[in-house]
């Protein structure tokens, strides 16, 4: 049974959500119906409430989506708010459709999309990976963050060539190291607030690390958000070798560490809007002449299902014409798709702003 104390804060936030100008995924989809049927359902095995789910979204009401899965089994238990949220977000997976086998396709397919270096700044290819036989962060103990971390840092030290690098636990971390790798822009910083009203910052640093191969364009954030985050970047835009340097790595690590999948939404992670091929594949483009019609450069990444952020990603602003745009369809499609849609947005908006 769902305690009182978790029933009463249920009750209390739904109230001041609903009263709320809330735009969140969450609010459009837990209706009274839909909230009275799950406020008193859990999980079995590590008994998450509604509560846990909605949680970020309750105290936040600037969210977008609102909700997170603090583990697996809540995408089954609170399907009927999960599938909404997933079809609206992931445009038009319904609760019948089924994610697609993982492919990445022929990764010779995509070439440099901005030879000249006048407009992609970098190029960014990431996707997020939940480790078989643990729940999201929320559930984790202490002892469970650092077993996890300990695999991982054994696994990544087997990577060989150009993945060859080295692991940083942030527990401990010297000053010097931690400046260097903020300064890169690789370290994940602790006060996200919208994951820690969902529970996902507890015993923080314990079990975080991250690591990075020695050019610095590969690296794996581990248990900030997800269990790992896999990264290739580098700077221009060469997608064509960010993506085979992604895809060569992950498969790597899958042989040495079986990853959390589900044969309806395919790889499952700690946020409903990451799932699926968890692929985000992102560039930062100048682009000054469409940047000062919003309009045109929201027409044409709708067009290739784009997402566009501010210069330091979500909920920030472009700086100097510069936008963060990315594919932002995860499910229902290969991994391969879904850089293409971004490959192919990205070159008509270069060509685009030629024209200007």
Known sequence: MVDAAV????????????ASDSKSLLKKYLTKEVFDNLKNKMTPTFKSTLLDVIQSGLENHDSGVGIYAPD???YTVFADLFD???EDYHGGFKKTDKHPASQFGDVATFGNVDPTNEYVISTRVRCGRSMQGYPFNPCLTEAQYKEMEGKVSTTLSGLEGELKGKFYPLTGMEKTVQQQLIDDHFLFKEGDRFLQAANACRYWPSGRGIYHNDNKT????????DHLRIISMQMGGDLGEVYRRLVGAVNEIEKRV????????????????????????SVHIKVPKLASNKAKLEEVAAKYNLQVRGTRGEHTEAEGGVYDISNKRRMGLTEFDAVKEMYDGITELIKLEKSL
């Open 7 to 18: 029933l009463a804060k249920l009750e209390e936030g739904y109230a001041k959500l609903a």
């Open 72 to 74: 697996a089994e809540s």
């Open 84 to 86: 909404p949220i997933i």
């Open 218 to 225: 590969f690296l794996v954030w581990c248990n900030e958000e």
């Open 258 to 281: 079986p990853f959390s999948h589900d044969d309806r939404l395919g790889f499952l992670t700690f946020c409903p809007t990451n799932l699926g091929t968890t692929i985000r594949a």
